[in-house]
Nanobody, 125 residues
């Protein structure tokens, strides 16, 4: 497993931008699928975005596609979530997560076993 720590959350007005970072420990970071999830008050945790170990493939939830971009810097053991055109409904605690790859394309099974502590994102209207 890897240890994860998110940063970069905060309060922003609707239409604004934030960049979240997730720093990971471990020498095998570059092999892990990294994901971002979020949980709003009273709601289930939901998938936001994911990226393969090489950074060559990405996935997004329909609700954020075209506004959010996931990326990673394996030399810095860090994954990022650039969030643009933020909406009040993006308000949530954002978590990064990691899982080992399971298929030839570099994706896992969606069974993320390592999680960060979360960072709060609040978008005001």
């Amino acid at each position: 497993q890897v240890q994860l720590a998110e940063s970069g959350g905060g309060l922003v007005q609707a239409g604004g931008s934030l960049r979240l970072s997730c720093a990971a420990s471990g020498r095998t970071f570059s092999s892990y699928v990294m994901g971002w999830f979020r949980q709003a008050p009273g709601k289930e945790r939901e998938f936001v975005a994911a990226i393969t170990g090489s950074g060559g493939l990405t996935k997004y939830a329909d609700s954020v596609r075209g506004r959010f971009t996931i990326s990673r810097d394996n030399a810095k053991n860090t994954v990022y979530l650039q969030m643009n055109m933020l909406k009040p409904e993006d308000t949530a605690v954002y978590y990064c997560a990691a899982e080992p790859p399971r298929d030839g394309a570099g994706w896992g099974r969606g069974d993320f076993g390592s999680w960060g502590q979360g960072t709060q994102v609040t978008v005001s209207s």
